[in-house]
């Protein structure tokens, strides 16, 4: 349901229910008033008729209208009075009053009957000195009456003022809404492109949290798009350096003087495909890691340990490093497995590249009952102090870094890890020499 | 012309290296600023130009281009770069370079400016060494001796262009071989003699002098046939 209907609903119903009740309180006290009041009046009337007999202002000469006919309009014309003789003999009444008695009641004061099957309400005065029973009635039906006119009276305005009230209310509500309608159409009529914070028209305080969510909203995907155009315009810049060393050795294999200085031109061209070829991996993971969902699955640490070892047993082979697992054994851990291999080969091929030749790079996993931590420890000359605290950077390559190395390879792993909810560190090289990389994994249960 | 490259990616440097020889150039390679550094301080003025790329492991190029500058190198340098907007070409120019390349780039292209920079700076006209009626075409490697075009082996060459750059200058046996260093074939004791030997069969024996005990060079005008 649109916020307008609901509002003019709910501000029509709630005026509906506020008038409403107002008539029925009206309605009771109206009734109350006249009761009393019209009351008040019947017993005036007939001690005032009893009174009048009493001094003989007023002679009884034959039974009939003792009181001559009111041709006025209106209440009065429905008050009836009948003279009553102890004797239970009709002395006088009022014209246009019934035949019968106004009540069977004897005694003084206030009674209601049914004369004619019409109700009515009577005052009896006895009037003890002339020996007569004074009782003056009128019909409920016309005190009915009165308050119905009282009650229409209010109801009539109401039927022509609600549909104005109604017509307000949805004007009110359309002028209140308009901000929001402005600014529908501009997040409708804006670019995909257009990040740059909301026009500062003047805004209700109900909306300025909405506009300060979006322009919040807008600056962090300005600054994500941002990061990524810097990271593609560095891949790219990455990628020129091995593409103009492919070029240059090609161009020499094709005018080379001799089949020697041809035959390495080609091998460079070899090994730079295959570097070019590692460093498009990394970056295919490294978009996969910030754009993909991975599920959690229960993941055998041992065997990813035996899959990193095997798909970088080639390159250990080339580097004439030996690459030994170790650990893991029972460990199954709920969590995306390509997340965690991402991670231990990208940490393990770093290692393996900055090994000298002859020395060994291990992976060891230890399990205990809430974490599990693996390391990989190389022998190789460390990570520089300078660059230690920047070496998940990306595209950071040290000083001493590996030919051919991305300066991918450490971010990848960092990023792998925040979304595991992992610890990765690069603790300083101990007096033995050598990096050690200490993943921490979280293990629930 | 000895070129001091700095590239840190081994399969460009190496390309470099192979390819500006194979341009005549006696080009060394090295990987880093630091090492850059070095090389230039104990250099003593051989490096004809400096072919410099931006992004080292140890910092910037353009750092080592400032440091130059500041020290009143004049030597051309070319800067190699993957950042190659024109905002980037601007700024290493301001800061004194003397070419900019965007990788990936044509070794021929790259060859040309080299010889196109080193001209300037040597203050020559036209793109080749004259002397004693020989024309020694840098870009094509071959020359005209007295009317007569003669081809060289680019080994033949890279020691005539070493000689002809300062004629009459005496360049040792040691010098020579150095700039034979880098191809594939070995540098045997005998290899500058036997390609001294090529050079006097293409053009006379007197072309160039033997001074015995110091090394080569190249005779003086007038002693060889006349102005012909």
Known sequence: MSIRLRLILTLTLATLAVWLSAVVWIEHSTRAQVEQVLDSRLAEAARMVSSLLSDHRIALTYPGALIPADEHDGYLRHLSCQIWSEAGVLVGQSSGAPEGPLTEVPVEGYSTSVIEGEDWRVFTVVNADLGLRIMVGDSIAVREGLVFDVICGLLLPAAVILPLLVVALWIGVSRGLRPLDRLTEALRLRSPLDMSPLPLAPAPPELRPVHQALDGLFARVRQARAHERDFTAFAAHELKTPLAGLKTQAQIARRAPDEATRQAALAEIEASVARSDRLVRQLLDLSALESGEAAPQAVALEAILGEVQHDLAPLAAKQGVALAVAGGEAARLPLPRVLLYTLLRNVAENAILASPAGSAVRLAARCAPGCCVIEVRDQGPGIPEAIRARVTERFLRGPGAPVGGSGLGLAIAAAAAERLGAGLDFPPCGPEGGQVVRLVLPRPG | ?228
Request: with cysteine; charged share 30%.
């Open chain 2, 1 to 228: 012309m000895r070129i001091l490259v700095i590239e840190d990616d081994p399969v460009l440097a190496n390309g470099l290296s192979v390819g500006l020889r194979l341009a005549g150039f006696s080009p060394e390679a090295l990987g880093c600023l630091a090492d850059a550094r070095a090389a230039l301080a104990a250099d003593d003025g051989t490096f004809g130009a400096v072919v410099l790329d931006i992004g080292l492991p140890d910092g910037e190029g353009t750092a080592l281009l400032a440091q130059m500058r500041d020290a009143g190198d004049r030597r051309p340098v070319l800067l190699l770069s993957a950042r190659d907007r024109v905002a980037d070409r601007i700024a290493g120019l301001d800061l004194g370079a003397d070419d900019y390349l965007g990788k990936p780039f044509d070794l021929d292209e790259l060859a040309a400016r080299l010889r196109a920079l080193l001209r300037r700076n040597e203050g020559r006209a036209r793109p080749f060494l004259e002397w004693n009626g020989l024309i020694a075409r840098l870009d094509t490697m071959t020359g005209e001796y007295r009317g007569t075009p003669v081809k060289f082996s680019p080994r033949e060459f890279a020691l005539l262009h070493h000689l002809m750059e300062r004629p009459g200058a005496i360049r040792s046996k040691a010098e020579l071989e150095e700039r034979l260093y880098g191809w594939n074939e070995e540098v045997e004791s005998n290899t500058v003699e036997v390609h001294v030997h090529k050079l006097r069969a293409k053009l006379g024996a007197a072309f160039i002098e033997t001074v015995r005990g110091m090394g080569y060079r190249l005779a003086a005008e007038s002693t060889v046939g006349g102005a012909g």
